[in-house]
């Protein structure tokens, strides 16, 4: 019987801290510490994970991104590109992996109700956290944060037999942001 480590991966970047600036003033050491942990963490747990997929002939990687790895946000350059990578890696690992019947997909989050919303909101403006976040949802046109929930329930069906021909996949629960 297969091990559940040999069906679904679900691999995760943080945000390695939110860094607001414009790319001329973004540090270098900046840049490196959120792709060391948003693309290299990434692609070492494709890595590793799928050796064991591919000798199963079967298995399910869900690399989680942002919206940011969709769109372009201002001040927010080196996450902006470390998601974007996530997407790239995904879909080549997606064409690698087919034929042995592993699927390769990643989840891109708007801002969801979750510590590291909170932390952001704090990082962004200690004294006035909910008005940053009041301003975050003013650019969701559902106006709310997700909840962990959402996420959960598109990542178990991307997990599940459910989503067999599905494979090289960007799905958005992002409240409508991307329909814009």
Same mark, same amino acid.
């Given at each position: ?15 390695? /801290? ?16 959120? *792709? ?16 064991h *997929?591919?000798?199963?002939k079967? /298995? ?13 946000? /201002?001040n927010?350059?080196p ?62 046109? *559902?106006?709310h ?32 942001? /991307?329909?814009?």
């Amino acid at each position: 019987m297969p091990r559940l480590e040999d069906k679904v991966a679900i691999i995760t970047g943080g945000a390695a /801290g939110i860094g607001l600036a414009t790319v001329h003033e973004q540090t270098t050491e900046h840049f490196d510490r959120v *792709m060391a942990v948003n693309v290299r963490g990434v692609f070492l747990g494709m890595k590793y994970a799928l050796p064991h *997929m591919l000798k199963a002939k079967s /298995g399910s990687i869900i690399n989680m991104s942002s919206v940011a790895g969709l769109d372009g946000f /201002g001040n927010l350059s080196p996450y902006v590109a470390s998601k974007h990578a996530v997407v790239g890696l995904t879909k080549s690992a997606a064409l690698e992996a087919a034929s042995s019947g592993v699927r390769v997909n990643s989840v891109h989050p708007s801002p969801i109700h979750t510590r590291m919303m909170r932390a952001i909101e704090e990082s962004m403006n200690p004294s006035h956290a909910k008005e940053v976040q009041s301003q975050f949802e003013q650019n969701i046109p *559902m106006q709310h944060y997700g909840e962990p929930i959402d996420v959960a329930n598109l990542v178990l069906f991307l997990a599940s037999d459910d989503s067999s021909f599905i494979t090289g996949c960007q799905y958005r629960v992002d409240g409508g942001m /991307g329909a814009s």
